[in-house]
């Protein structure tokens, strides 16, 4: 048995290296009398191990900018300035009009796993996706880097880039900001119904997670960052710097929980509508979302917990063999422009991640301006975390974790 | 010769039922992450590790999908005997009517069921509200609390909801097999057990359901199949304690990456239903039909 592993150990360090083709592969392998099953392994970007040293680098393919111009940029639902008379984008339609290049702007990125799933058999196998840049979140982001799957960016395009906050510039995954610029962010926190919580607020992850008044109608998000994060924050923990041990505590409180009956589900962006008509009476949810929510129902509460709330940021990343990288560059440094981003804030509600949009706000919309939420002030802002990025390993263990919370 | 008629629905099984079920059981095997790769290491004990870990979801799964089963063949029988009862234009305004609903998302429809069921301004509740019977719809909730099918007195979001919602969504692919079946029950055996002094109980019993029986089982798979491997409806409807394998296989596939217990629950699932389908179909003895 032990000269078979031997053999098979070999063997997958020699394919890791690539070294073997495919058909030989299907021939060594039928040595295990399995050659059929065999044959369809999945490919990995990281050959030996997973080092930072050996992070691999995205392709190019020849841009074609120059003569097609066009960009396709795949983003999330609801998330950009629409004319509500139209239905078009009218960002998008300015920048058609100064550039001469037409967006495809398509909403379908719905979720971070589900698209990933989606792009990765293309990646990996070195094809285009068709897309020349879309949003991730950071953590997803963090992924791509380490995999190979998005380009650096030409900065010498991105004259704009100098305006990114302060505070989204120097971030674990992607220091400097060479690969990926953010589009929004917002923070993950707590939003309740006072008509189904009996008129009260709900101001922490402690009272979401054990108040009575709440039972059973209380649901959580699909992020394993934000929901676990908030958790750890409650208990104390650092989430810019934790332990195994401190990850593995948080879930077993949120399991508590949930097997008191306290929790009704974890979902997505989904979670809107139960809780607007008060059969969530409490939840975690994202900022922009209930800025949204609360224009049709003020009554709706958000609290951003004491002991403190995360932050993300959806960010434009370039994929590898994008078609089109010059005009996205152009893109994105268009959005980079305060004015520009200024109209979108306004309409979308999240956080802008580029300096000099308060000012413009403050002129064109004051409401908003004034929306602790949406131009969070210092204090707000120090009490916000970025979860730490995790290695390959880490990543799978955790999500193996929080999956059996969610899917268990 | 003849033989040549088979290959189009030879290669149309092969390229869409023996290929992916191979690659399923390959992938199963496999180890490693995706950043490194995975590698075939026939790595049997998977099995061992996913059953262990999720026998509850399976076993879940497969009790949900036998109940809407049942229901769907209640509610669906005597629909499909009606239909099948009336001639002409109210004939397929009927069955027009069954598969109306196919022409709306099996999302939307899912997702109506939360407006309809909802406690707070739910359609069912607005409704008994206007006829001043709202504490029918309480009295409902802890008839289903007391049935252990509602953790807490609610209607949404408890198994009653998610068996509820797969009945509701798989009853077309129910009735209309036992249309067809009944359809051609020839009504002059019908006269005939009337003519022998038959009881209308005794008609149904040694005539009607015998011949319908193709239909009740080709609808029983129709519904049981889809039903056991769905994930929506317990997503939607259901809550953290009605988590179907369907759901879990989706979330080891898209969240956590873990392709080979992901396929191995897949691969599971497929043998526990083949498994079962065949006893069924044993047990139903309906030879000209499978």
Redesign the interface.
Same mark, same amino acid.
């Given at each position: 048995m032990a000269t078979s592993d031997d053999k098979n150990l070999a063997f997958r360090a020699t394919l890791a290296r690539g070294l073997v083709s495919r058909r030989s592969l299907m021939a060594g392998a039928g040595g295990l009398g399995l050659a059929a099953l065999t044959g369809c392994g999945i490919q990995g970007r990281n050959p030996g191990g997973g080092t930072a040293a050996t992070t691999p680098v995205a392709k190019a393919a020849e841009d074609r900018s120059a003569t097609e111009k066009i960009i396709n940029w795949s983003n999330w639902p609801e998330y950009i300035d629409v004319d509500d008379k139209t239905q078009r984008h009218p960002s998008l339609d300015t920048f058609t009009k100064r550039y001469g290049i037409k967006v495809n702007y398509t909403e379908d990125y719905n979720d971070n796993d589900e698209f990933y799933a989606k792009v990765r058999p293309l990646l990996a196998a070195n094809k285009d996706t068709g897309r020349d840049t879309w949003c991730s979140t950071d953590w997803m982001v963090a992924r791509l880097i380490r995999q190979g799957y998005v380009q650096k960016l030409t900065l010498a395009n991105i004259p704009n880039h100098a305006n990114i906050e302060d505070s989204l510039v120097t971030v674990e995954f992607d220091p400097g900001r060479l690969y990926s610029m953010p589009w929004q962010s917002g923070f993950a926190g707590i939003a309740y119904n006072p008509k189904a919580t009996g008129g009260k607020k709900v101001t922490t992850v402690d009272q979401l997670l054990t108040d009575p008044a709440l039972k059973g109608k209380v649901t959580l998000l699909t992020e394993m960052r934000d929901t676990v994060g908030l958790v750890m924050l409650a208990m104390g923990k650092d989430i810019t710097d934790f332990t195994d041990a401190d990850f593995m505590a948080a879930i077993d409180e949120i399991k508590k929980a949930k097997d008191a009956g306290q929790i009704k589900g974890f979902t997505g962006n989904e979670y809107g509508k139960p809780l607007s008509s008060g059969d969530t009476a409490a939840c975690f949810a994202w900022t922009g979302d209930v800025v949204q929510l609360q224009a049709d129902n003020p009554s709706l509460g958000y609290s951003l917990p004491p002991t403190g709330c995360t932050l993300w940021s959806d960010n434009f990343v370039i994929p590898a063999l994008a078609q089109h990288k010059a005009n996205a560059e152009k893109l994105i440094n268009y959005y980079y422009e305060p004015e520009v981003m200024a109209k979108v804030v306004d309409y979308v509600n999240y956080i802008s991640p580029v300096r000099g949009t308060k000012a413009i706000l403050e002129r064109i919309d004051p409401d908003v301006a004034n929306n602790p939420l949406i131009v969070p002030n210092a204090k707000t802002l120090s009490m916000a975390h970025v979860f730490r990025g995790l290695t390959s390993a880490e990543e799978t263990k955790y999500s193996q974790a929080f999956s059996e919370l969610t899917a268990g | 010769m003849p033989y040549a008629l088979l290959a189009p629905g030879l290669l149309w099984l092969i390229i869409f039922f023996v290929a992916p079920m191979?690659?399923t059981?390959?992938?199963s095997? !496999?180890e490693? *992450?995706?950043?490194?790769?995975? +590698?075939?290491?026939?790595n049997v004990a998977i099995y061992w590790d996913a059953l262990h870990?999720?026998w509850p !979801?399976l076993v879940r799964s497969l009790v949900y999908a036998g109940t809407a089963t049942v229901l769907s063949l209640l509610l669906g029988y005597p629909l499909a005997y009606y239909i099948a009862s009336r001639r002409g234009r109210a004939k397929n305004v009927l069955l027009v009517l069954v598969i109306a609903p196919f022409f709306t998302s099996f999302l939307i429809r899912t997702m109506a069921w !939360?407006s309809i069921l909802?406690? @707070?301004?739910?359609l069912l509740v607005k409704v008994l509200g206007w006829l001043h019977l709202t504490w029918l719809f309480d009295a409902f909730g802890n008839v289903l609390q007391f049935l252990h099918l509602s953790? *807490?007195g609610?209607i949404?979001?408890s198994p009653w909801a998610v068996i509820w919602g797969l009945t509701y969504n798989f009853l077309p692919f129910m009735i209309l097999p036992l249309y067809t079946s009944l359809d051609r029950l020839d009504g002059r055996l019908l006269e005939a057990a009337r003519d022998l002094y038959a009881t209308p109980r005794d008609t149904f019993r040694f005539v009607t359901w015998p011949m319908s029986l193709p239909g009740v089982v080709s609808g029983t798979l129709l519904t049981f199949i889809p039903a056991a491997g769905d994930y929506i409806n317990s997503?939607l409807l259901? *809550?953290?304690q009605t988590?179907m394998i369907g759901? +879990?296989i989706?979330? !080891?596939?898209?969240?956590?990456? @873990?392709?080979p217990l992901a396929s191995a629950l897949s691969f599971v699932l497929l043998v526990l239903i083949l498994a079962l389908v065949t006893i069924y179909v044993r047990k139903a003895g309906t030879e000209e039909l499978v």
């Amino acid at each position: 048995m032990a000269t078979s592993d031997d053999k098979n150990l070999a063997f997958r360090a020699t394919l890791a290296r690539g070294l073997v083709s495919r058909r030989s592969l299907m021939a060594g392998a039928g040595g295990l009398g399995l050659a059929a099953l065999t044959g369809c392994g999945i490919q990995g970007r990281n050959p030996g191990g997973g080092t930072a040293a050996t992070t691999p680098v995205a392709k190019a393919a020849e841009d074609r900018s120059a003569t097609e111009k066009i960009i396709n940029w795949s983003n999330w639902p609801e998330y950009i300035d629409v004319d509500d008379k139209t239905q078009r984008h009218p960002s998008l339609d300015t920048f058609t009009k100064r550039y001469g290049i037409k967006v495809n702007y398509t909403e379908d990125y719905n979720d971070n796993d589900e698209f990933y799933a989606k792009v990765r058999p293309l990646l990996a196998a070195n094809k285009d996706t068709g897309r020349d840049t879309w949003c991730s979140t950071d953590w997803m982001v963090a992924r791509l880097i380490r995999q190979g799957y998005v380009q650096k960016l030409t900065l010498a395009n991105i004259p704009n880039h100098a305006n990114i906050e302060d505070s989204l510039v120097t971030v674990e995954f992607d220091p400097g900001r060479l690969y990926s610029m953010p589009w929004q962010s917002g923070f993950a926190g707590i939003a309740y119904n006072p008509k189904a919580t009996g008129g009260k607020k709900v101001t922490t992850v402690d009272q979401l997670l054990t108040d009575p008044a709440l039972k059973g109608k209380v649901t959580l998000l699909t992020e394993m960052r934000d929901t676990v994060g908030l958790v750890m924050l409650a208990m104390g923990k650092d989430i810019t710097d934790f332990t195994d041990a401190d990850f593995m505590a948080a879930i077993d409180e949120i399991k508590k929980a949930k097997d008191a009956g306290q929790i009704k589900g974890f979902t997505g962006n989904e979670y809107g509508k139960p809780l607007s008509s008060g059969d969530t009476a409490a939840c975690f949810a994202w900022t922009g979302d209930v800025v949204q929510l609360q224009a049709d129902n003020p009554s709706l509460g958000y609290s951003l917990p004491p002991t403190g709330c995360t932050l993300w940021s959806d960010n434009f990343v370039i994929p590898a063999l994008a078609q089109h990288k010059a005009n996205a560059e152009k893109l994105i440094n268009y959005y980079y422009e305060p004015e520009v981003m200024a109209k979108v804030v306004d309409y979308v509600n999240y956080i802008s991640p580029v300096r000099g949009t308060k000012a413009i706000l403050e002129r064109i919309d004051p409401d908003v301006a004034n929306n602790p939420l949406i131009v969070p002030n210092a204090k707000t802002l120090s009490m916000a975390h970025v979860f730490r990025g995790l290695t390959s390993a880490e990543e799978t263990k955790y999500s193996q974790a929080f999956s059996e919370l969610t899917a268990g | 010769m003849p033989y040549a008629l088979l290959a189009p629905g030879l290669l149309w099984l092969i390229i869409f039922f023996v290929a992916p079920m191979i690659t399923t059981l390959s992938t199963s095997l !496999q180890e490693g *992450n995706v950043d490194d790769g995975f +590698v075939f290491t026939g790595n049997v004990a998977i099995y061992w590790d996913a059953l262990h870990a999720y026998w509850p !979801q399976l076993v879940r799964s497969l009790v949900y999908a036998g109940t809407a089963t049942v229901l769907s063949l209640l509610l669906g029988y005597p629909l499909a005997y009606y239909i099948a009862s009336r001639r002409g234009r109210a004939k397929n305004v009927l069955l027009v009517l069954v598969i109306a609903p196919f022409f709306t998302s099996f999302l939307i429809r899912t997702m109506a069921w !939360q407006s309809i069921l909802a406690s @707070d301004g739910g359609l069912l509740v607005k409704v008994l509200g206007w006829l001043h019977l709202t504490w029918l719809f309480d009295a409902f909730g802890n008839v289903l609390q007391f049935l252990h099918l509602s953790p *807490n007195g609610e209607i949404l979001y408890s198994p009653w909801a998610v068996i509820w919602g797969l009945t509701y969504n798989f009853l077309p692919f129910m009735i209309l097999p036992l249309y067809t079946s009944l359809d051609r029950l020839d009504g002059r055996l019908l006269e005939a057990a009337r003519d022998l002094y038959a009881t209308p109980r005794d008609t149904f019993r040694f005539v009607t359901w015998p011949m319908s029986l193709p239909g009740v089982v080709s609808g029983t798979l129709l519904t049981f199949i889809p039903a056991a491997g769905d994930y929506i409806n317990s997503r939607l409807l259901g *809550n953290t304690q009605t988590v179907m394998i369907g759901q +879990v296989i989706d979330s !080891q596939f898209l969240r956590v990456l @873990d392709y080979p217990l992901a396929s191995a629950l897949s691969f599971v699932l497929l043998v526990l239903i083949l498994a079962l389908v065949t006893i069924y179909v044993r047990k139903a003895g309906t030879e000209e039909l499978v």
